[in-house]
């Protein structure tokens, strides 16, 4: 899987897979969506960063991706 997906294989996801599940926004079902996820991080609505912030430092544990973002970090409180 590359770091494009199509609208196709974003909606076959499952929804545990994304960073906002309930908006089914910033999926990361492998390493290159969680670098993904913390570039595009700072497009995310302000009440929802935190919880997008501990998804993205969770599946970067899960996929050996360190999470370099001082923002992504502060708001996962790291």
């Known amino acids: 899987m590359d770091d494009r997906l199509s609208y196709e294989e974003k909606r076959e996801l499952p929804d545990d897979v994304f960073g906002l599940p309930e908006r089914r926004e910033y999926p990361m079902p492998d390493a290159a969506h969680?670098?993904?996820?913390?570039a595009y991080f700072r497009y995310?609505?302000?009440?929802?960063?935190?919880?997008?912030?501990?998804?993205?430092?969770?599946f970067g544990n899960m996929y050996g991706v360190d999470v370099e973002s001082p923002t992504v970090l502060h708001y996962a409180d790291m």
Request: charged residues 40%.
């Open 44 to 58: 995310c609505p302000e009440d929802l960063k935190p919880r997008l912030a501990k998804a993205i430092v969770r």
């Open 34 to 38: 969680v670098r993904a996820a913390e």
